[in-house]
């Protein structure tokens, strides 16, 4: 996809579903159109592939846990399909969509579209098995729900078995990276330490050792079956136990059940349940609006830390080039007293052929010229770690750009960076006065 094709779909999609970032795709252009001056990206490359666009919430955990109950629930559709054997098999990508009807696409349609984090999961399953068809692990579903607006949700298959594939971990651990939020799913019917197999471990391992661990909520689900035994307190113990015993002592933990699915007898054991649970999952749904929000606020800064970068950057390029540049004068001033040298030499001993002498002298140099500019070049390039400055450098001492003039970058250039910062800035402040207004408590009604 190119940068423009890029831009294009993704203004399209925010038009939809969320419009408040429309504006900052211009900011996000301006950007490109800097670093491409100076040569920090390359034509194809924009800085809106920097980042995600979307928040992505992934729901992991043990089989028939109730986590498509969950998202059907969430969505206020039934786009999954339930029930008490393993029923996913694969990952589901769920988006939204503004036509009615929900649609089934495979895989590679992720690769298409500027909404997903995944570019690279193809590549990534490719590492385990070489021939792997990503169809066979991801399915995409884009959804008419205004719940998914500007989010993208991920159902996966439920661990069971030590037969789990390979590629099906690596893919998890993918996501749980990629993920702003991601919920574990256990079951209350069997919340021991016995359910969660080898694989179970695995994920919590991973989720455990992430460095934002902030964003793994555990949540024990179908809480409604402890109704029976009146054992609510006895059974968020026992999982407690098995997930401090994994390691996991912080971290946020609910418990919750779903509401229609649950047939709860006893009224004054209903309302204690569904106490707990409207508790805990208003925090749950509180915690998957508000990385909406967080999400706005990382594209927003983004073009204000790429600027920095870039304004940073700078000086470093311009002395690089500045080293550059009196060495290559040097070269220049050398190759030009030695073949000067040798064609007034020549000419001297053959007059007759002095136009031809200082005519192949010439050429001479600028062979020379050419070949030690590249090779400089590429000498130096190679002592740069910074991949941008690097970048920058070999296209601002290319062989056929004047090396005199490298390095003059523009004090609108930096200006432009400037505003970039003070607009980014602006645009926080716009998101702030957005969402202070969408978080104002209601107003007491009149009675
Ligand atoms: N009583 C009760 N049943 C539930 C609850 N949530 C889900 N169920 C039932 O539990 C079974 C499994 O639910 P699913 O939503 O398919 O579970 P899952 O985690 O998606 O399962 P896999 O995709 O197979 O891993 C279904 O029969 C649901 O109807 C709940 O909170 N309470
Ligand atoms: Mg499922």
């Known amino acids: 996809m190119t940068p423009k094709e890029r831009y294009k779909k993704l203004k399209e999609h925010l038009i939809e579903e969320n419009p408040l970032l429309v504006d900052v795709i211009e900011e996000y252009k301006e950007l490109d159109a800097v670093a491409k001056k100076i ?33 059907n629930e969430f969505l206020g559709k039934k786009i999954q399909a339930t029930g008490n ?34 570019y690279n999961i193809s590549k990534e399953i490719e590492k385990i098995e070489p021939n792997a068809n ?29 037969t789990q594939r390979d590629a099906t971990l690596r893919i998890t651990r993918h996501i749980i990276d990629l993920s702003d939020l991601v919920l574990i799913f ?36 179908q809480i409604d079956t402890c109704a029976k035994e009146d054992n609510l307190e006895e059974i968020i113990g026992a999982w407690q136990r098995a997930l401090s015993q994994k390691g996991i002592v912080s971290g946020k933990f609910y418990a919750i059940y779903n ?15 569904k106490r707990k649970k409207d508790e805990d999952l208003k925090e749950i749904l509180e915690k998957m609006e508000k990385v909406l929000i967080d999400r706005a606020y990382r594209i927003v800064k983004n073009v204000e830390y790429r600027s920095k970068e870039i304004l940073q950057l700078l000086p470093k390029l311009k ?18 007293f030695l073949i000067g040298g040798g064609a007034f030499y020549l000419g001297t001993l053959m007059p007759s052929y002095v136009p031809f002498v200082y005519g192949a002298g010439f050429l001479l140099f600028l ?40 390095g003059n970058v523009s004090k609108k250039m930096t200006q432009k960076l400037e505003d970039l910062i003070q607009a980014s800035k602006s645009f926080i402040q716009k998101l702030n006065d957005q969402f202070i207004t969408l978080h104002k408590e209601p107003k007491e009604p009149l009675s």
């Open 134 to 162: 990503i169809n066979r692990y991801l399915q995409l579903k884009a959804v008419h729900s205004d719940a998914i607006k500007g989010k993208i949700l991920i159902d996966s298959p439920g661990f069971d078995a030590d």
């Open 186 to 221: 256990f079951d209350a019917r069997h919340p021991e330490p016995g359910a969660m197999r080898d694989t179970l471990d695995h994920l919590v391992e991973v989720a455990k050792n992430h460095a934002d661990s902030d964003k793994v909520l555990y949540i024990l689900n």
């Open 39 to 71: 040569g920090f990206l390359d034509q194809n490359q924009t800085y809106t592939e920097s980042i995600s666009w979307w928040p992505l919430i992934s729901v992991l955990g043990t089989f028939s846990a109730g986590k498509s109950s969950f998202i």
């Open 259 to 273: 509401e229609s699915l649950a047939k709860i007898e006893d009224e004054n054991q209903k309302e204690r349940l």
């Open 85 to 118: 054997q393993a029923v996913d098999d694969k990952f589901t990508v769920i988006c939204y969509s503004k036509k009615d009807e929900t649609t089934t696409l495979p895989g590679v349609a992720l690769d298409a579209d500027p909404r997903f984090p995944f």
């Open 367 to 406: 062979g020379l010229h050419f070949k030690l500019k590249s090779s400089l070049s590429s000498m130096m390039a190679k002592r740069i770690d910074n991949t941008y400055l690097k970048k920058a450098f070999v296209k601002q001492t290319r062989w056929y750009k004047p090396y005199l003039l490298a």
């Open 319 to 336: 002395e690089k080039l500045q080293t550059f540049k009196v060495r290559m004068l040097l070269v220049d001033v050398f190759l030009i």
